[in-house]
């Protein structure tokens, strides 16, 4: 039986207060996308003015911001901003680091420490599993801000026999959809291992200029395509009072 004060609201006010009410939950996660216009007309059997008016009310309630052409995405609001990771989601890497900080109101920021070919290949443990891409190799090493607060070290190693002249590209971009939409390559898997560690502030490799010992997540990552050939090998340090991670036991895709 509806609630008396709920049956009076309007239809668009409820259809809002749910959306909301599961990303307050954490059952929609900031930087995931709510559902579309014509999903809710299709779920709820409401008009398309209906279904705009409810993920405008979404927007101006501050739980989520529309980017053209794009979707409607969740919005960090946590009291700390602590930054929210998925493991084992193609959806998420598809998106890129720039793009995530965006839609969840962040401005990005982007610097490239070193961007070279190296002409020997470069192997990693992950999951118990030796993976080794050939040479030569495109190796990127960037700094990745948001707001001007340095909160990911991230070097990247790209397989130039899968990905011709990739190293010719800007770095400012998602790789992931360099793979999918320049060189035809379907992502069958991602693989990654999460660890943590203590950084020293006088460490040499310490990036993030912090005045004391600063907890951080190390993220050990492999892209695979094709026949499990080895596309990427990814080596990331986020801060670790800056970021949680969530995990998908369980990811599918569907190239879609």
Known sequence: MKNRNQSKKPKFIVISEQIISKIISGELLPGEKVPSENELIHNFQVSNTTARKSLQEIE??????????????????TEDHHLVRTLGSIDATRRGFDEGLKVEGFKPKTIVLEKTVLDHGVSAEISGKNYIIEGPVLK?????????????????????????KINMLSTDLSYFKVYEDKYQLKISDIKQNL?????????????????????????????????????????????GDKYKFAIIAHPEYNGN
């Open 140 to 164: 990127v090493h960037q700094l990745r801000y948001a707001d001007e607060m340095l909160l990911k070290d991230e070097t990247k190693y790209i397989s130039l026999k899968l990905c011709p």
């Open 60 to 77: 101006s309630r501050g739980y989520a911001q529309r980017i053209k052409g794009k979707g409607t995405f969740v919005l960090n609001k």
């Open 195 to 239: 660890s943590a560690i203590i950084l020293p502030p006088d460490d040499p490799t310490n990036n993030f200029e912090y005045e004391s010992a600063l907890p951080v997540f190390v993220l050990d990552s492999v892209v695979l395509s094709r026949k499990d050939a080895v596309l990427e090998l990814e080596k990331s340090l986020y801060r």
